[in-house]
């Protein structure tokens, strides 16, 4: 046996070098450098080599006898032809060092240097009996290495960072412990026993990342924050989503937040507004990196989300270019100023500046709901592809650039006989993104970061007959479908220092933001002009511009009590908005000869279709005329104070003040108090009250415009009058002040082991005077062609109750893991107050704008998610359960003699009911190796749908944007590279 062993071991080798000597000499030599070498083989094996790039660097290898090479045989030539050793780690790490020799330390760089490059007089300094040197490799628990992790000797200032490939080496004293930090894991104290290590660190349910939002310390963690927050780590949600926008992201993290897309709906077709805890759009405050993110010019008229708001656009922003979403779960007006009634959601851009992502993802939806033969199948074909590059700049500098190019085709679902065409809007949209910092001192650095989002977009509205006198029959036989397009663009761009002055952290920053949006309409006409209208029209538009312009100091003062943090800052903010006007034929009204309709226009010159006057303007959306046009500009002042101190180390008091002065409507003082109170090392309790406020936007003083509304299928033309109109105050409807706001939240988490933890949120948010849509007043009194009438107005007072809870679960075993995450929301919004005055309750805000604003989010929406990965594979699912929710629709407004003279009854057939509905994701992912990564799936794989509706709804369709939306499953395929 003895015999036959050493045989076969002794002809192993003989083949071996065999075919070594083969390649040796049938081909010829190819030296690259070592390191180029290293990266062959380990993306040839799929494994990953771990070494000192500075200890390598000159040396060359031949490749060619690699090329053929097993895995075994790669890692033997690698030590007959270089002078390294190699030990494997596990987990697919081989680790590449010199032979034991002595090594020259640098404290001043924590470098080492091979004995060749160093004095022999400095290395007689180093007391090698003391000292020893260690190296390891950090990984994530994925076994995935992690860059720039904090690798320092305890109790001194010796360290370093983990390079990209999660190796480290560092030279300390004998029997001294390691930690090992990185934000977003859990930390670890490593006793070294051997030359080489291995550190896992722990992630998951034990994140206790370090963030910007809500507080300004820092180095305050997550967990010990006195206000709840939700950091959505985006890396992590790759395997659960297609992550096409960032609504879409944030909606599948976050069951509070809700952005359906909406049909119908004028404007909020192209932009999709989004509310957090059921409240407006404009009282949830948007971040970039911490700075004010501007608001879009639009405000929303129709639809069942924002009516009367304008919001962020977050999908402006390519999903590329973030890191992490920061949601902070609690009014935040004393530390942040105006809309942050809601909450705060700070984005987080990338900072990687040695990788390069790209994303390409192919879609589409189920169309099988729609009842035309030709659109049946699919449909809303979606393309995307996005780049992520970054690189360093000087020392601890970096630049991160994302790229993004997404189109989605039209979406048809059944449609109704004055809806024929309802669905989603087409999109193209193109953005760019970018994010950097620049060291110009030790101590200051500079930043920038910004972006430009363009889109186009087209949506159907509302079908006009054959037979009406909105229709010229010479132009349309069939009647038409209205197409109502825009161009949106979108501007950013901050540019700041920061650094430290006499122990005080100093931050200037100025930010810049433009968001304009251009109607044309498409396919329709102007039925005054007759057989001669034009089929397309320049509608006008609307811009908004802000600048804000910040300085925030802050200081830690470690000497009292447990820790004093400070913050104070000044903000000053200059908004413009301005409404353009289009091209007349898209307004005015013209007389049989083609002149334009006055006052002075004889009757019989009035063109009509069977006696009724034709309406002017594009039909579909009528274009903005020069009286509706707008430039208006404000500035606001505000100063704050914000503090927190550990007044022991398991108790956390803080506190903020802010003045806030508006040259438009005056000014706002807002307090907050807040506390944490760890009652035993794995359990927290929170608790937060503050006051709040949100200044009306500009849109909602100066919006104005005649418009064409559909009341119970009937076409009739509207007037909305701006706030600061003398008309308004005629109809009884005051000037608009700021909304005020008051938070409570009571909140505890508690971590039952490493593996599981769970938070529940309580909260309660009272708002006095919402700004609100109002209904529709009589117009007959104004010398106007419309027949109703709206106002923006302080219309309401509302009282949300809600509660936010978290289970999260995490197994890792050999080289497989599992996570299920549990979250929830309930909420119920009460309004307690309408402020009608001695206006008709039912014209000013009736029972139809109540319901509306009340399933401004369902009563609840749980989401259930599962992870598992093993090995190359990984399988998510999602499930999402909504509540049922009701509407009221236009029969509200028939005549009560239809219903037996019986007001309730009326109401009865006028409820929308919506069933609660449950929705399931699946993904799958494959990675074929550390670079390239496949996954299919499907959202909504059962197609399921709302609650079917009549033809009264206010989106013309079988439903109204409410739940999951109206599109039903969405299948895709995703291919993802690094380098």
Do not use: C
């Not at 993802?361 to 189920?366: A, D, H, I, L, V």
Request: aromatic share 12%; hydrophobic share 35%.
């Amino acid at each position: 046996m003895l015999y036959r062993n050493t045989y076969r071991q002794f002809s192993n080798v003989l083949v071996f070098l065999f075919i070594n000597v083969l390649h040796l000499y049938s081909q010829e030599p190819n030296y690259i450098p070592l390191a180029d070498a290293l990266e062959n083989i380990s993306d040839k094996h799929d494994i990953y080599f771990t070494y000192n790039p500075l200890i390598i660097k000159t040396d060359k290898v031949d490749i060619t006898p690699f090329q053929n090479l097993s895995l075994k045989q790669s890692i033997t030539l690698l030590k007959k032809v270089t002078s390294y050793k190699i030990e494997y780690l596990g987990n697919k790490y081989y680790v590449i060092f010199k032979p034991d020799k002595n090594y020259a330390y640098n404290d001043s760089t924590t470098r080492f240097k091979d004995d060749s490059e160093k004095n022999i007089d400095s290395i007689k300094q180093i007391n090698f009996e003391k000292r020893v040197i260690v190296r390891g490799i950090v990984l994530d628990e994925y076994y995935n290495p992690i860059h720039k992790a904090n690798v320092t000797e305890n109790n001194t200032k010796n360290g370093t960072i983990t390079r990209r490939d999660g190796s480290f080496e560092l030279k300390l004293m004998k029997n001294n412990p390691l930690m090992i930090s990185h934000v977003g894991f859990t930390n670890e104290m490593i006793f070294p026993n051997q030359n080489y290590i291995q550190v896992v660190l722990k992630s998951g349910v034990q994140l206790d990342e370090v963030f910007i939002v809500g507080s300004r310390n820092s180095k305050r963690q997550k967990i010990d924050s006195p206000v709840s927050t939700e950091v959505i780590n985006v890396k992590s949600v790759i395997k659960k989503s297609e992550l096409l926008e960032v609504n879409q992201l944030i909606q599948t993290e976050i069951p509070s937040f809700n952005a359906t897309k909406q049909s119908g709906s004028d404007g909020a077709d192209h932009i999709i507004p989004a509310t957090y805890r059921g409240l407006g759009p404009d009282q949830t405050l948007v971040l970039i990196n911490g700075k004010r993110r501007h608001q879009t010019s639009l405000i929303n008229l129709y639809g069942t989300r924002g009516r009367g708001n304008s919001g962020t656009d977050l999908n402006t922003i390519p999903t590329s270019a973030i890191k992490r979403i920061e949601v902070l779960k609690d009014g935040a007006s004393a530390q942040y100023g105006s809309d942050a009634i809601a909450g705060v959601i700070n984005i987080v851009l990338n900072d990687n500046p040695n990788e390069t992502n790209i994303n390409s993802t192919f879609g589409f939806y189920n169309a099988n709901n729609n009842k035309d033969a030709t659109k049946k199948g699919i449909d809303g074909l979606t393309f995307k592809t996005e780049v992520n590059y970054g690189a360093p700049i000087k020392k601890n500098g970096f630049v991160n650039l994302s790229a993004e190019f997404l189109t989605k085709g039209h979406t048809f679902r059944q449609g109704t006989v004055i809806r024929e065409n309802y669905g989603d809007a087409a999109v193209t949209s193109s953005s760019v993104f970018f994010n950097a910092e620049i060291p110009i001192s030790n101590s200051i650095k500079a930043y920038t970061n910004g972006g430009y989002n363009f889109k186009n977009t087209d949506a159907y509205a509302f079908t006009r007959s054959f037979d009406s006198e909105r229709n010229v029959q010479a132009i349309f036989p069939d009647g038409f479908n209205p197409l109502i397009t825009t161009n949106i663009s979108d501007k950013s761009f901050t540019l700041g220092f920061k650094g430290k002055i006499n122990g005080w952290n100093v931050d200037f920053s100025n930010s810049y933001g433009n968001n304009y949006f251009h109607y044309f309409i498409k396919e329709t006409l102007n039925a005054t002009l007759l057989e001669n209208s034009p089929n397309e029209f320049d509608a006008g538009g609307h811009s908004l511009n802000q600048n804000t312009t910040n300085i925030d100091l802050t200081r830690q003062f470690s000497g009292v009590l447990e820790g004093l943090h400070i913050a104070l800052g000044l903000e000053n903010k200059i908004e413009n908005y301005k409404i353009f006007a289009g091209e007349p034929f898209s307004y005015e009204s013209y007389d049989l000869n083609g002149n334009v309709i006055t006052n002075n226009t004889p009757t019989n010159l009035i063109p009509t279709f069977n006696g009724i006057v034709r309406p002017g303007g594009s039909q579909g959306f009528p274009g903005y005329a020069p009286i509706n046009e707008v430039d208006r500009t404000r500035t606001s002042f505000s100063f704050y104070l914000d503090g927190e101190i550990d007044i022991t180390k398991k108790w956390i008091l803080a506190a903020a003040i802010r003045y806030e002065n508006y040259s438009d409507f005056g000014n706002s003082f807002n307090t907050k108090i807040a506390s944490n109170l760890k009652i035993t090392p794995k359990s927290n309790f929170r608790f937060s009250f503050s006051t709040g406020f949100r200044a009306p936007s500009l849109a909602q003083i100066y919006y104005n415009l005649k418009f064409t509304n559909y009341i119970d299928n009937v076409p009739t033309e509207s007037f909305l009058i701006a706030n600061n109109n003398p008309i308004t105050r005629q109809f009884g409807i005051q000037k608009l002040k700021e909304e005020k706001a008051q938070n409570y939240s009571l909140g505890y988490h508690h971590r039952f082991s490493n593996n599981l933890s769970f938070s529940l949120d309580a909260y309660h948010i009272f708002i006095k005077d919402r700004i609100i849509l109002s209904g529709n007043f009589d117009a007959s009194l104004l010398n106007t062609d419309a027949e109703n009438v709206q106002f923006f107005a302080n219309g309401v007072s509302t009282n949300t109750f809600g509660i936010d809870f978290k289970l999260n679960w995490l197994k890792n075993w050999d080289n497989s893991s599992v996570n299920f995450n549990l979250t929830g929301n309930v909420n119920d919004m009460e309004i307690t107050r309408i402020n009608y005055e001695n206006l008709n309750p039912e014209t000013f805000f009736g029972i139809r704008e109540q319901f509306f604003l009340k399933a401004s989010a369902p009563d609840y929406k749980i989401i259930l998610n599962s992870i598992f990965t093993t090995g190359k594979f990984s399988i998510s699912n999602t499930l999402t359960q909504f509540s049922s929710l009701q509407l009221v629709d236009w029969q509200i407004n028939n005549p009560i003699s239809e219903y037996n003279n019986s007001s309730e009854e009326r109401l009865k057939a006028s409820i929308d009911n919506y069933d609660a509905k449950l929705t399931l994701d699946t993904h799958f992912t494959y990675n074929f190796n550390k670079n390239f990564s496949f996954q299919i799936g499907a959202n909504n794989l059962f197609n399921t749908y709302p609650t079917v509706q009549g033809e009264n709804t206010d989106s013309g369709g079988l439903w109204d944007a409410v739940q999951m939306g109206t599109n039903g499953a969405f299948y895709y395929s995703k291919i993802l590279a690094k380098f």
